[in-house]
């Protein structure tokens, strides 16, 4: 009999708005199927009652269900439904399956362009699956992938504690814990070593950077909505890395709560809305006005 694994989130917990109300209405349903499938994966990937070869034979079945050649569950068999509906193909969702193959067995990352090569299959195809879903421009993929990898690393960072405690997990790169002189089990302390401190910042450093490679995403997307949600989350994740520069991980609240999510988005839509205003209309757009 097969342990039931308890779902740990949904999409109103994440650090960053999923098929908010911003996203049109035709395409949040297909999100949200993407989104309760990869949930049931990371739920499956970060069981710490899972053995790895457990935690992969079940992916395994999930990536099954998805193709069709196996009842994995409505995750599955909602998400297949909800990609044939518009002629999308399971890559994206296989790509995280494969992430998730890799958190079953890899528990340690060597160095910067280790973690980016895991972001590559863990975040990136999230925002390359929400483009495709509103039809946008895959020269738009660029940005996305660094504003999705800048998102994965902030999650952890603010949850580098907990991984460790419980998963043995450590994301932060391993030269980065060797330049600030950060031993392993610092990570399990109730409030974090001036060492971690600076190793922390290190890293959220370079998480700025990539969110400076994003800047530019919301007025590349012709979409509304969307152009509007990626402002808020882009704004979000500057002031979570912001945080993560001055705040202990381990003994401070990193997370927004609700007010501060409102408050930022806000503020994000406001500048938003009249730079896109003044954007250039798309090749495509253009074509639409002249009809």
Sequence with gaps: MMTEITPTKTHRDENFPVASL??????RAAILAFYR?????DDVADSPVLAPQEKIARLDLLEAGLLGHEDAGVEASTLRTAL????????HAQDLLTAFRTDATKLRYRDWDDLIGYCTYSAMPVGRFVLDVHGEDRRTWPASDALCAALQIINHLQDCGKDYRSLDRVYIPRDAMERNRVKLEELGAERASPALRNCVRDVAARTRELLHEAAPFSMMIDDLRLAMEVAVIQRLAVDLVGRLMQRDPLSERVHHNGAEVVGLAAAAILVALPRRAMRRPTRAERKVQDI
Excluded: G, K, M, T
């Excluded at 911003?22 to 395409?27: E, F, M, S, T, V």
């Excluded at 499938?37 to 994966?41: G, L, N, S, T």
């Design 37 to 41: 499938f990869v949930r049931a994966a």
């Design 84 to 91: 044939a509906a518009r002629n999308l193909a399971p890559r």
């Design 22 to 27: 911003l996203i049109a209405p035709q395409h």
